[in-house]
C-alpha cells in the first residue's frame, strides 16, 4: 500500500497547525484531536518534514494541563525565536471546567520556553493573561506574536469578541504589544471590520512590497481568507479571489521557505465516513503553496514537491487520441477511459474551452458510462468551480424525490476566471481526499468517501471544450 501524501497521526485527527520553519525543516505543530468520551485534553502534537511527501510523526511537543490547570486544552498560537536563540511558544489555555464573566469556557493567553532548540518546552503560568474589559472572556485565543522592525516591539494578534454589539458581527483581531515578549500592553484593535463572529488562526507577513493577513472564519462560510496591505497597519483590501480554498480546508496557517511561501491547513473529515455526513472538526493535513501574482494577489496550488513525487506514467486510454474535442453547442458529452484508475494518482489535464459553454471539466471515479461520478465542473457564465457527484440523493420513491435541484456539493465552490481559451486543471487523488487546483491560482479541497468506481473521464455541456493533454502519474514507494 503506498504511503499517504497528506499526514494524519494513526491515533486521531488532525487539528489546527503551527507551523514552523528551522534550517531548511518543517516543523509541524497540530492540535491532536482524539474523538474520545469523555474528551481527553488537547496537546500540541508535532511532525517534521523537509520536502511536504514524507512525514515523521514526533508525537506530542507540548503536554496539555490537568484537569484542573488552565491548560487542560492546549489550543492554537504560534512559535517564535529572540534574538538570544531562545524559542518561545504562545497557545490558548482553556479548561470547559473554568467558566469566565460571560459564562463561557475562559480562553486564557498561555506561555512556554524551549533553550533546547525546541526538543523540550518549559511552561510560564506566571505569565498568563485573559481578554481585559470590553472583550469577551471565553473568546481570546490563537495568539500570533510577530516582530515588527520598524517599530521595534513585538505585536501579538488574538481572535476576540468585543463584548456588546450584534451578536455575529463582534469578532476583531485584538492586538497587545511587547519589548521583551514577556509583559504585554493591550492597545488598539489590529483589525476591526464588524463583519465575522470572529477571526480564528490570525497570520500576518510580508512578502515584496506586500503585507498579507490571513483568518479563518465560519460566520457566512467555513474558510480561510485574506487580506492585503502596503503595511502592517493597513489599510487591508480585499482581493478578488480572497479565499484560499473551501468549505473542507480550514484553519490555514503559514511558513516560509527559501523565498515560498506555504499554507498548512486541516481537511476536514466528515461524520460517518460518507459523503452525505455533516463535517467535523479536524481531519487530514493538506499544504497549498501559495504564488504571488504581478499584482500582488495570490494564487493557490499544489507544491511542486508534491507534484514531482508522482512520476510513473499510468495508462490512460484519454490520453492515447489527443486532442479530444467535445462540441455540443445543446447538449452533453462524456468521455471515459477504459481503465481503473489506482486509488493514489496525479492528474494534469489541459482543456481548451470556447467561448459561450456553459460548463466543462473532469470526472472522478467514474463508471464507465460516465453517469456515476465525482465532477470537477468549471462553469465559465458563472464564473465558477465546483465539486460535485452523480447520483444524487434520492429522498423517496416518487420521481419528484431525486435532489436535483441542488446546484452542486453543498459548499464546495469556487469563485475562478474562466476566459475562452487554455486552462489547466491539476489534482491530487489519494484514498478518500481529492485536492484540485485550476491554473496554479483557484484550490478546491474535498472528500470522496462513496463511490466504488475508479475511472477518470473529461465533459462538455452546452458549448465546446477540447482536451489538449492528459497525464496521469503515480507514487511508486510501497
Given at each position: 500500500m503506498k504511503s499517504s501524501v497528506f499526514f494524519q497521526p494513526s491515533d486521531g485527527w488532525v487539528g489546527d497547525l503551527i507551523p514552523f520553519e528551522k534550517d531548511g525543516e518543517f516543523w509541524l505543530f497540530y492540535l491532536h484531536e482524539v474523538r474520545a468520551d469523555p474528551k481527553p485534553g488537547t496537546s500540541w502534537n508535532l511532525v517534521t518534514t523537509k520536502d511536504l511527501t514524507q512525514f515523521e510523526d514526533q508525537g506530542v511537543s507540548l503536554k496539555h494541563g490537568s484537569e484542573t490547570d488552565a491548560d487542560f486544552n492546549a489550543y492554537t498560537g504560534s512559535v517564535i525565536v529572540d534574538e538570544t536563540g531562545i524559542h518561545h511558544l504562545f497557545y490558548t489555555g482553556q479548561n470547559p471546567r473554568h467558566l469566565g464573566s460571560d459564562g463561557a469556557p475562559l480562553q486564557l493567553v498561555m506561555h512556554a520556553t524551549s533553550t533546547d532548540g525546541m526538543q523540550s518546552w518549559v511552561k510560564h503560568p506566571e505569565l498568563t493573561f485573559g481578554a481585559p474589559d470590553g472583550f469577551e472572556s471565553g473568546d481570546w485565543r490563537d495568539p500570533f506574536v510577530f516582530r515588527d522592525e520598524a517599530a521595534g516591539q513585538w505585536r501579538m494578534l488574538l481572535a476576540a469578541r468585543h463584548s456588546t454589539g450584534p451578536e455575529r458581527r463582534r469578532g476583531v483581531i485584538a492586538q497587545c504589544v511587547s519589548s521583551d515578549l514577556m509583559t504585554w500592553e493591550h492597545t488598539d484593535p489590529f483589525w476591526d471590520p464588524r463583519r465575522y463572529i470572529t477571526h480564528e488562526c490570525p497570520d500576518v507577513f510580508s512578502w515584496g512590497d506586500w503585507?498579507?493577513?490571513?483568518?479563518?472564519?465560519?460566520?457566512?462560510?467555513?474558510?480561510?481568507?485574506?487580506?492585503?496591505?502596503?503595511?502592517?497597519?493597513?489599510?487591508?483590501?480585499?482581493?478578488?479571489?480572497?479565499?484560499?480554498?473551501?468549505?473542507?480546508?480550514?484553519?490555514?496557517?503559514?511558513?516560509?521557505?527559501?523565498?515560498?511561501?506555504?499554507?498548512?491547513?486541516?481537511?476536514?473529515?466528515?461524520?460517518?465516513?460518507?459523503?452525505?455526513?455533516?463535517?467535523?472538526?479536524?481531519?487530514?493535513?493538506?499544504?497549498?503553496?501559495?504564488?504571488?501574482?504581478?499584482?500582488?494577489?495570490?494564487?493557490?496550488?499544489?507544491?511542486?514537491?508534491?507534484?514531482?513525487?508522482?512520476?510513473?506514467?499510468?495508462?490512460?486510454?484519454?490520453?492515447?487520441?489527443?486532442?479530444?474535442?467535445?462540441?455540443?453547442?445543446?447538449?452533453?458529452?462524456?468521455?471515459?477511459?477504459?481503465?481503473?484508475?489506482?486509488?493514489?494518482?496525479?492528474?494534469?489535464?489541459?482543456?481548451?474551452?470556447?467561448?459561450?459553454?456553459?460548463?466543462?471539466?473532469?470526472?472522478?471515479?467514474?463508471?464507465?458510462?460516465?453517469?456515476?461520478?465525482?465532477?470537477?465542473?468549471?462553469e465559465p457564465k458563472r464564473g465558477r468551480m465546483v465539486f460535485d457527484r452523480w447520483p444524487r440523493k434520492v429522498t423517496g420513491d416518487a420521481q419528484w424525490h431525486v435532489s436535483g435541484d441542488v446546484p452542486f456539493d453543498i459548499e464546495l465552490e469556487r469563485p475562478c476566471h474562466v476566459a475562452p481559451g487554455e486552462h489547466t486543471l491539476e489534482l491530487v487523488v489519494d484514498g478518500d481526499l481529492c485536492v484540485a487546483v485550476l491554473d496554479r491560482q483557484v484550490a478546491l479541497s474535498s472528500r470522496i468517501y462513496d463511490s466504488p468506481a475508479s475511472r477518470i473521464g473529461v465533459f462538455a455541456g452546452e458549448g465546446s471544450a477540447t482536451l489538449t493533454d492528459l497525464q496521469i502519474r503515480q507514487r511508486t514507494d510501497n
Amino acid at each position: 500500500m503506498k504511503s499517504s501524501v497528506f499526514f494524519q497521526p494513526s491515533d486521531g485527527w488532525v487539528g489546527d497547525l503551527i507551523p514552523f520553519e528551522k534550517d531548511g525543516e518543517f516543523w509541524l505543530f497540530y492540535l491532536h484531536e482524539v474523538r474520545a468520551d469523555p474528551k481527553p485534553g488537547t496537546s500540541w502534537n508535532l511532525v517534521t518534514t523537509k520536502d511536504l511527501t514524507q512525514f515523521e510523526d514526533q508525537g506530542v511537543s507540548l503536554k496539555h494541563g490537568s484537569e484542573t490547570d488552565a491548560d487542560f486544552n492546549a489550543y492554537t498560537g504560534s512559535v517564535i525565536v529572540d534574538e538570544t536563540g531562545i524559542h518561545h511558544l504562545f497557545y490558548t489555555g482553556q479548561n470547559p471546567r473554568h467558566l469566565g464573566s460571560d459564562g463561557a469556557p475562559l480562553q486564557l493567553v498561555m506561555h512556554a520556553t524551549s533553550t533546547d532548540g525546541m526538543q523540550s518546552w518549559v511552561k510560564h503560568p506566571e505569565l498568563t493573561f485573559g481578554a481585559p474589559d470590553g472583550f469577551e472572556s471565553g473568546d481570546w485565543r490563537d495568539p500570533f506574536v510577530f516582530r515588527d522592525e520598524a517599530a521595534g516591539q513585538w505585536r501579538m494578534l488574538l481572535a476576540a469578541r468585543h463584548s456588546t454589539g450584534p451578536e455575529r458581527r463582534r469578532g476583531v483581531i485584538a492586538q497587545c504589544v511587547s519589548s521583551d515578549l514577556m509583559t504585554w500592553e493591550h492597545t488598539d484593535p489590529f483589525w476591526d471590520p464588524r463583519r465575522y463572529i470572529t477571526h480564528e488562526c490570525p497570520d500576518v507577513f510580508s512578502w515584496g512590497d506586500w503585507w498579507y493577513m490571513v483568518y479563518s472564519e465560519f460566520s457566512e462560510s467555513f474558510t480561510t481568507r485574506y487580506r492585503m496591505a502596503k503595511s502592517p497597519d493597513g489599510p487591508w483590501t480585499v482581493p478578488d479571489l480572497e479565499s484560499v480554498d473551501g468549505r473542507a480546508f480550514y484553519a490555514s496557517k503559514t511558513a516560509e521557505r527559501d523565498g515560498r511561501r506555504f499554507f498548512f491547513g486541516w481537511i476536514a473529515s466528515k461524520e460517518g465516513n460518507t459523503d452525505d455526513g455533516p463535517w467535523q472538526w479536524a481531519g487530514t493535513m493538506s499544504v497549498l503553496e501559495a504564488r504571488q501574482n504581478a499584482d500582488g494577489t495570490l494564487g493557490f496550488g499544489l507544491a511542486d514537491e508534491l507534484v514531482d513525487s508522482f512520476w510513473e506514467d499510468v495508462p490512460a486510454s484519454l490520453a492515447n487520441d489527443l486532442p479530444t474535442r467535445l462540441d455540443v453547442p445543446d447538449g452533453y458529452a462524456a468521455v471515459v477511459s477504459d481503465e481503473e484508475m489506482p486509488s493514489q494518482f496525479y492528474a494534469k489535464a489541459v482543456l481548451n474551452i470556447e467561448a459561450n459553454t456553459t460548463e466543462c471539466g473532469l470526472l472522478l471515479r467514474s463508471s464507465q458510462d460516465g453517469d456515476q461520478s465525482y465532477v470537477l465542473r468549471l462553469e465559465p457564465k458563472r464564473g465558477r468551480m465546483v465539486f460535485d457527484r452523480w447520483p444524487r440523493k434520492v429522498t423517496g420513491d416518487a420521481q419528484w424525490h431525486v435532489s436535483g435541484d441542488v446546484p452542486f456539493d453543498i459548499e464546495l465552490e469556487r469563485p475562478c476566471h474562466v476566459a475562452p481559451g487554455e486552462h489547466t486543471l491539476e489534482l491530487v487523488v489519494d484514498g478518500d481526499l481529492c485536492v484540485a487546483v485550476l491554473d496554479r491560482q483557484v484550490a478546491l479541497s474535498s472528500r470522496i468517501y462513496d463511490s466504488p468506481a475508479s475511472r477518470i473521464g473529461v465533459f462538455a455541456g452546452e458549448g465546446s471544450a477540447t482536451l489538449t493533454d492528459l497525464q496521469i502519474r503515480q507514487r511508486t514507494d510501497n
